[in-house]
């Protein structure tokens, strides 16, 4: 059981490019969130999802998109990659509505 | 606008002190405010969790105070350890869509 997976752990971004991040949970959560994470700043709510095919925007969804396809898979895709978007992102799942949410390791993403 | 104040941004204690976290809401329709622990280059994790209508809560060394009429409440952590340095985040969960707001984080360091 390995939990909440996301991929790639680190990333260089030039200005402009796009790029996705991917994000596996095996514990067959409805639930799934993405959030970044700035220093000094705590978590913030970009997507989230109560199931497959579903999605809704969070505290600060400019810039990205989100899919739900299947139960497990969670990508986050950014456009236009900006200066702005350099952050850790970390991927959640939850059962239900749980204030119990599993994080994964997070993705360190630098935009040059 | 940060729904969930947090404070103090930094703690240093020495280990056996008795660190205390507070937090501040205004959003009455939280209905679960939950404590997670960061460790550094990890996702975060659910450490304890308190009801508005319990007072305190204790799970091991870790206690959460809450004051319902103040709309505050506060994690000691007794007999605190090395091991607890960590970044903690308190959250409250909005009922109707079950989202977390994070307060912005405490770095807590504990010398041994």
């Known amino acids: 059981n390995a939990g909440v997976t996301q991929t790639p752990k680190f990333r260089i971004l030039k200005i402009g490019q796009s790029m996705t991040l991917q994000c596996t949970q095996d514990?067959?959560?409805?639930?799934m969130y993405w959030y970044r994470q700035d220093p000094g700043m705590g978590l913030k709510l970009i997507y989230y999802?109560?199931?497959?095919?579903?999605?809704d925007k969070g505290e600060v969804p400019n810039g990205y998109n989100v899919s739900r396809s299947t139960t497990e898979d969670f990508p986050l895709r950014l456009e236009l990659a900006a200066p702005s978007q350099t952050s850790v992102y970390f991927c959640?799942?939850?059962?239900?509505?749980?204030?119990?949410?599993?994080f994964g390791p997070g993705t360190r993403l630098t935009v040059t | 606008q940060q729904q969930v104040k947090q404070s103090p941004q930094s703690l240093i204690v020495q280990k056996g002190g008795i660190p205390i976290i507070n937090c501040a809401y205004e959003?009455?329709?939280?209905?679960?405010f939950p404590w997670y622990q960061q460790f550094p280059g990890k996702g975060p994790a659910l450490l304890i969790a308190?009801?508005?209508?319990?007072s305190e809560k204790k799970e091991g060394r870790f206690t959460i105070s809450f004051n319902k009429s103040a709309k505050q409440f506060s994690l000691h952590i007794m007999d605190s350890q090395p091991g607890d340095s960590a970044t903690y985040f308190c959250?409250?969960?909005?009922?109707?869509?079950?989202?977390?707001?994070f307060g912005r984080g405490t770095q807590l360091t504990v010398w041994p």
């Open positions: 959640a799942s939850g059962l239900g509505s749980s204030y119990e949410q599993y």
């Open positions: 514990m067959n959560h409805n639930y």
């Open positions: 999802s109560v199931g497959a095919g579903i999605t």
């Open positions: 959003n009455t329709a939280f209905d679960y």
């Open positions: 308190i009801r508005p209508d319990v």
């Open positions: 959250a409250g969960r909005e009922s109707t869509l079950g989202r977390l707001y």
